[in-house]
């Protein structure tokens, strides 16, 4: 069974018109970030700063090879999680930052900007479940296919909705936001 970190690695290699669970490409990281409804420049960041931090196949490469990908803790190692509960961003990121220290706080942080409901702002403790286990990315894929959970601009959405969602789709091949399912 794969660890969690590396399950949630093997989303962004599956983007590729020719999916390898092992390699992760620049351009398959990018993918995966749009279908998550990042906003271009955001998910370009996210993914160069993955794949300058992760990539392990050479010094010029910015390929990243999943299973020679370290890891040390499981996603917010013992951080006690009820499922049933919705969390604030301070309430979740206090519990990280206590059993885990800063990395984990800001770990946790993305994760409550990715996940988290845009109306109420609280994050389910069923999607914490689901990243400690490394299965949130689909859930969250699943979120940004209509317009009903569109990221606000400053947890990285778009500016335009509408021309966002056009434009990953012509050049990315990437739905996202779509009008009607």
């Known amino acids: 069974m794969a660890k969690p970190f590396h399950r949630l690695l093997a ?3 599956n983007r590729s018109p020719h999916p390898n669970n092992q390699m992760i490409r620049l351009i398959d990281s990018l993918r995966g970030n749009l279908a998550l409804g990042l906003d271009f420049p955001v998910a370009l960041a996210v993914a160069l700063t993955r794949h300058l931090f992760l ?5 010029f490469s910015l ?3 999943i299973p020679k990908v370290a890891t040390e803790k499981t996603l917010l190692d013992g951080v006690p999680i ?4 919705a969390y604030s961003r301070s309430e979740i990121v206090s519990l990280a930052r ?10 946790t942080f993305g994760v409550w900007s990715l996940a988290a409901d845009v109306k109420t702002g609280l994050i389910n403790g069923g999607d914490l479940k689901a990243f400690q286990e490394g299965a949130l990315l689909e859930k969250i894929e699943k979120r940004r296919k209509d317009r009903s959970q569109v990221l606000p601009l400053w947890r990285g959405g ?3 909705v509408a021309g966002h969602s056009w ?3 012509r050049v990315f091949g990437v739905e996202v936001y779509r009008l009607k399912l």
């Open 167 to 169: 434009a990953v789709r």
């Open 63 to 65: 390929t990243i090879y």
């Open 82 to 85: 009820n499922e049933k509960h």
């Open 11 to 13: 989303f962004y290699s």
């Open 55 to 59: 990539r392990n196949t050479g010094l």
């Open 158 to 160: 778009p500016v335009s």
């Open 98 to 107: 206590k059993k885990n220290g800063w990395t984990s706080a800001a770990d």
